[in-house]
């Protein structure tokens, strides 16, 4: 087996350049910059271009700074590339459980890992356009590429050359973290921002993390034949979700063939014969296995460093990032931050609904709140796990009176005749009310299906009225419909019942 | 065999019970009152076993199976050991900090098997100890001895030490790397641990630890209804070997206007609803076959009927209704139910029986059978041997159907009383005052 070579670059082909054209063109010449700018917004991810279009639409005169890409990690190494190879592994792990559903198993199922990878290359691609650097040139934004630094509480260089602002959006976003395993380092290791420059599949993979991109990408790699372990430092794999739905998790790695390590620690990494030998320790039991690449997926840190924030007198730590408050206002008031680079939940959706409210409360005084957003999030693995609002230890935290609602897929027609029954919905709502306070959905489409809820929370509906709502038959959202159908019940109490029994009697 | 062949009376119940009684008197080391997890050759001590041996004895001799001074003599041997057992903590140690490795060796006391220091396998242990200090209340030496020992045992666990500073207790510790990461999450059979932590009249656990615990708990309305969750049938079974949970309640079941009892007798409806409704389609499964629990397994993936590969998870926690589930289910779980649902739990054992007769052994449950894996006769993969575990709550869970004995022997027991009035628990048989010498 030849030395893995994990430093490999993403191939220079038609969908790379074009790519490339749209979010960082070689060719490209920084616009003459203006006076002042009303709005300059730093960094151009998923929170950037979110707070650029929203302002450009208001015709606000906004500039946008970009080091590197724009579309940030979601486009090019984050929720683009993963759910587009995500897509390709269920391909192949439909195939081989054909069975399953009643077809054939394929003969002689061989994974084209380059034909996964370009295709991610493609879609990539094709998405780019979105967030191409003509289009927001065409909507009136100036954008430059290049190194900023503040030098003011109102002024910032681009490449040196100085730029004004009345206010400014700080939202350059989060970079994975990196362990300081012993070796590591010099063996060499994978994460979002390289992994989908792979051409050729590690026949050996070691996913170090259990948390979201951990286990995503463990579960994709092993579908597309690498034999993967996946090494989690806690007892249970995402460890923020409810226990069943960990527990759920863990039974399908299992059934997928992923070694899975939990409650295991990786201490050391070291390269023998062109083979990276990691040592584990789980409690008391220590052992060493042999990989050709690794995984790591264990968090992100927010990117601070470089922007001289000193200078504009914005606070900042290292591990966590800016400090804002629930208006998601800088210690320098001019200065607003969005997104990864500022916020605990570190997604697309909330990145993109914090740079609203960072456009509206820094353009016109507004005081719209963070806490104030519901925000679903989730896990996009087979089952997909998804959550929002609170959850039940949360609930009891705060002294809050909790009711969960649960209804298992297999209770629900579409997934068993999907044969898609494993996984649950759980609505959770304060105890003698139909109030929703939160729900996990666990299933195939479990990412679908949380925002009916969400559309709920935010719309102050409670059971009572979802019960009221058709929904399609057959589907597996009708889950939802039968958890309300569940609370309905409830109110059917003993002495409502025998009141009902007497009327209808008369 | 036919229904008129196996009438599910007083007598097999009986039969059932003594059978249940047969393994730890077959089995027990009269050296040292210790007992082993399994009937297998080679099988080491697990403390709770020993546990369950010593809330057996005074079964026994209330129904005439073994003499006073036969049990006392059992008794007496397992208290001496833990006594004198080495409470060092290093690791060919029996225990530390009071606390006892989970296996042991059968004749030396020994650890094996680089066994944790378990948290509820020593706190089932000690509730036998209670128990046999509860029943053995006479004048003579030996007697006298034994309550000296138990309460010398109970006093010297150092409940606090497990919480590790931390909000609950955690759930084992080793000599080679200190406290397991493993907490406890949501409803469990820990009740009693909890209980007998926070009666210590030495080393308690503080008194938001138990609230800390609850704090975990998830109530769901399931396939109808409202439960505390917790998905094996053995959660809802272990603390209530001990403790009559009938009509007593803590915060958590006040707020929910139900009971730990209650609580169960659900559980054993949401496992028949999930094994009628079966969502993985495994063979034998109906109203009347279930009993998802802790219990042996077919480990390696073997071929079933429909020849379609299983994943089998050997000795494990099988719940509803998010599984573990490989198709194998535990009599002896269903039985356990009897004080729950009586009619419900004869009716499956009945079922089993008849359907599966290869599940009795020696007049015993085996611990597990998967009818999925069914065998070229047709007979379903069967646990081998007998697990001492099972023959114990099938044992002590008879005897509270039938006469609620050790219910009564342990309402008797201050330390758990004291530790179920600081967990919150009210109302029900706790607002009457202690009678020594129940039985």
């Known amino acids: 087996m030849p030395h893995f070579d994990a430093s490999i670059t993403t191939p220079q082909d038609t969908y790379e350049r074009e790519r490339l054209a749209h979010v960082h063109p070689t060719a490209w010449n920084n616009p003459t910059p203006a006076a002042c700018y009303q709005l300059l917004i730093v960094g151009a991810g998923s929170a950037g271009l979110a707070a650029a279009a929203a302002a450009a639409a208001l015709g606000v005169r906004v500039a946008l700074v970009e080091r590197h890409l724009l579309g940030g990690t979601c486009l090019n190494t984050g929720c683009v590339p993963s759910k587009t190879i995500i897509r390709t592994a269920r391909a192949y792990a439909e195939m081989r459980d054909a069975a399953r559903y009643g077809a054939r198993v394929p003969e002689d199922i061989q994974v084209d890992f380059a034909a996964a990878m370009e295709r991610v290359r493609r879609v990539r691609s094709h998405l780019s356009g979105d967030d191409s650097v003509r289009r927001l040139a065409d909507d009136g934004v100036d954008v430059f590429f290049g190194n900023p630094q503040f030098t003011g509480t109102d002024s910032l260089t681009v490449n040196g050359i100085p730029l004004c602002f009345d206010k400014a959006i700080i939202a350059t976003g989060a970079r994975p973290q990196v362990l300081s395993i012993p070796g590591l380092r010099e063996a060499g290791c994978l994460t979002n921002a390289n992994v989908f420059n792979l051409t050729e599949l590690p026949r050996r993979l070691l996913v170090i993390g259990g948390g979201p991109l951990g286990c995503e990408l463990a579960q994709a790699f092993c579908r597309l034949g690498a034999r993967t372990t996946i090494v989690q430092d806690l007892p249970l794999f995402l460890p923020r979700e409810e226990r069943d739905a960990a527990q759920i998790l863990s039974d399908a790695f299992a059934r997928d063939g992923i070694e899975v390590r939990l409650n295991t620690q990786v201490v050391g990494v070291r390269v023998e014969n062109g083979q990276k030998l990691v040592d584990l320790v789980s409690d008391d039991y220590r052992n060493t296995i042999a990989v050709d690449a690794i995984l790591t997926g264990v968090g992100r840190v927010p990117n601070v460093e470089g922007l001289q924030l000193e200078a504009a007198g914005v606070d900042y730590a290292p591990g966590t990032g800016i400090r804002v408050n629930d208006f998601l206002c800088t210690s320098n008031p001019r200065i607003h931050a969005a997104g990864d680079v500022c916020l605990e939940d570190q997604y697309t959706d909330t990145a993109t609904a914090s740079a609203r409210i960072a456009v509206q409360n820094a353009l016109f005084g507004g005081r719209e709140r963070l806490s104030k957003l519901v925000i679903p999030w989730c896990t996009y693995t087979d089952p997909e796990i998804a959550h929002v609002g609170l959850y039940v230890r949360e609930a009891n935290q705060q002294c809050i009176p909790v009711k969960t609602f649960t209804v298992p897929m297999h209770e629900i027609d579409r997934a068993v005749t999907d044969s898609e029954q494993v996984g649950f919905v759980k609505i959770h709502v304060r105890e003698h009310t139909d109030r929703i306070l939160g729900a996990t959905i666990v299933t195939r489409h479990a990412g679908d299906m949380i925002n009916e809820i969400t559309l709920a929370m935010v719309a102050g509906v409670g059971l009572r009225t979802l019960a009221r709502v058709i929904h399609a038959y057959p589907t597996q959202a009708a889950a939802i419909r039968r958890a309300a159908d569940a609370y309905n019940r409830t109110r059917l109490t003993p002495r409502v019942r025998a009141r009902l029994q007497r009327w209808l009697s008369r | 065999m036919t229904d008129s062949a196996m009438p599910m009376d007083e007598t097999w119940l009986d039969d059932m019970q003594r059978a249940a009684f047969g393994y730890f008197a077959q089995l027990v080391d009269p050296h040292n009152g210790l007992v082993p997890d399994t009937s297998r050759a080679n099988s080491p001590v697990s403390i709770a076993v020993v546990g369950f041996a010593l809330s057996a004895y005074p079964v026994a001799v209330t129904r005439g199976w073994m003499s006073r001074a036969d049990a006392l003599r059992h008794s007496l041997a397992a208290l001496r050991f833990f006594r004198d057992s080495d409470q060092s903590g290093t690791p060919q140690a029996t225990g530390y900090k009071g606390f006892y490795y989970h296996f042991l060796d059968l004749r030396s006391g020994a650890r094996v098997w680089r066994s944790e220091l378990s948290m509820i396998d020593t706190a089932l242990l000690i509730a036998g100890v209670l128990a046999a200090a509860s029943y053995f209340d006479g004048d003579t030496p030996d007697e006298i001895e034994l309550r000296r020992i138990a309460d010398a045992l109970y006093r010297r666990v150092d409940w606090s030490w497990a919480q590790d500073g931390g909000d609950t207790i955690r759930q084992g510790w080793k000599p080679e790397c200190g406290f397991l990461h493993y907490g406890w999450e949501g409803y469990s059979e820990a009740i009693v641990l909890y ?213 009564q022997l342990m309402r008797a027991c201050p330390y758990l009383v004291d530790g179920l009035r600081r967990a919150g628990f009210r109302g029900g048989w706790l607002q009457q005052p202690i009678h020594h010498g129940a039985h």
């Open chain 2, 195 to 407: 209980a007998l932590a926070m009666g210590s009249p030495t080393h308690p656990i503080t008194g938001d630890c138990y609230h800390a615990w609850t704090a975990t708990y998830q109530w769901e309305n399931l396939y109808g209804g409202d439960f505390l969750y917790a998905g094996p049938l053995f959660v809802h079974q272990f603390s209530h070997a001990w403790i009559d949970f009938r009509g007593i309640r803590d915060a958590f079941m006040r707020e929910k206007c139900s009971d730990y009892f209650q609580n169960s007798r659900r559980a054993v409806l949401i496992q028949r609803e999930y094994a009628r409704l079966n969502p993985h389609s495994f063979a034998g499964y109906d109203e009347s076959t279930w009993g998802l629990s802790a219990c042996d397994g077919p480990s390696d993936e073997q071929q079933d009927v429909s020849n379609e590969t299983r994943h089998l998870f050997g000795y494990a926690a099988r719940g509803v209704p998010y599984g573990p589930d490989d198709g194998t289910l535990s009599a002896p779980a269903v039985l356990a139910s009897l004080p729950f649902e009586p009619d419900i739990a004869l009716e499956g054992v009945r079922s089993m029986l008849l359907r599966y007769p290869q599940i009795l052994t020696d007049g015993r449950f085996a611990s597990a059978f998967n009818p999925s894996l069914a065998l070229a006769d047709g007979a379903p993969w069967v646990s081998a041997g007998h697990y001492g575990l099972d023959q114990g709550i099938v044992l002590m869970m008879i005897e509270n159907h039938r006469s609620g004995f050790i219910w």
